[in-house]
């Protein structure tokens, strides 16, 4: 699949901002056998005093960015194109946990996709009781890993309702898993911390997710948000496998990868600080448009 993708984040604070400094994580990865970043630029005015185009730990593309003036309004316009061939579901059968728990007790390895970087407690996946004993109940002697990933994940969606108004971002996953309603960012933390509890490394992905209107009715532009899934290590011989809990299916041609993180905080669209006073408000507005359709 091909896609052209555009991403428009627009912020207006109330009186200028001075001092800002921010960090974006939004452009697709080229990833081998899966998808292929063809072009991809970013856009944003008013033009910053610095800007800096880097990867970080995870190999993620980012942009650092920072503004000597002060200025009521930031937009933010990114636009790729990316081919998308394939998903990241099990390639073949993966192990059971026992067997995965001695794999990692040899691992050695501390690349940025080393599991070992995704067993323990992060700022938004921390450890809560309640997820891990609703987590046990998938971990059956036998049951391999890449089952145990699909399973806990479907019975998450069916157990959670999506609200895009019941959560905020910082929302911990307890209140979210508790009240069983959230969005993407909250299926995707609780699925962590279950898999986690078992001993499953797991991680965020962000990305974008193509979507397709009712029968009947035209797409509309800026209709698409930015997603958010699981990435979930189930063993030497498989590697890495993507889940998405809001949708109950493992990620395929309609995910395209942004970033890799222990999660949210490593791969939040835009971070970062400045000095202002009073209110600010921000619109987002995605389009995966899938090209020649």
């Known amino acids: 699949m091909l896609y052209d993708i555009k991403l428009t984040i627009d912020y207006s604070f109330q009186t200028p901002a001075a001092g800002a400094r921010q960090i974006l994580h939004a452009m697709p990865l080229t990833l081998a056998g899966r998808q292929r970043l063809i072009a991809g630029s970013v856009d944003i005015d008013p033009e910053p005093a610095v800007r800096r185009d880097r990867d970080d730990f995870f190999g993620n593309r ?16 990114l636009k790729a194109r990316v081919e998308v061939t394939g998903g990241a579901e099990p390639g073949s059968a993966s192990v059971d946990l026992p067997t995965l728990v001695k794999a990692l007790e040899v691992e050695t390895d501390l690349a940025s996709r080393s599991p070992l970087h995704f067993l323990a407690s992060s700022p938004y996946a921390r450890p809560v009781e309640a997820i891990a004993d609703w987590a046990r109940s998938f971990a059956r002697p036998g049951r391999q890993c890449g089952d145990i990933v699909a399973d806990l994940g479907l019975a998450l969606n069916r157990e959670m309702r999506f609200d895009a108004e019941a959560t905020t971002v910082s929302t911990p996953a307890a209140e979210a898993f508790a009240n069983r309603h959230g969005v993407c960012q909250d299926f995707t933390h609780i ?41 979930a290590w189930c063993g030497p011989g498989v590697g890495w496998v993507e889940y998405d809990p809001t949708n109950a299916v493992f990620a395929g041609t309609d995910h395209i990868v942004v970033a890799y993180g222990r999660d949210y905080a490593d791969v939040a669209p835009v971070r970062g600080a400045m000095r202002t006073a009073g209110g600010q408000t921000s619109n987002q507005s995605v389009d995966v448009i899938p090209v020649g359709e």
């Open 191 to 231: 699925m962590i911390i279950a898999l986690r509890s078992l001993g499953v490394p797991s991680g965020y992905v962000s990305g974008y997710l193509r979507t397709l209107p009712p029968p009947g009715k035209e797409r509309l532009e800026g209709a698409d948000a930015m997603h958010a899934w699981v990435s």
């Open 62 to 77: 980012l942009t650092e960015m920072a503004f000597a003036e002060p200025h009521n309004n930031i937009v933010i316009t």
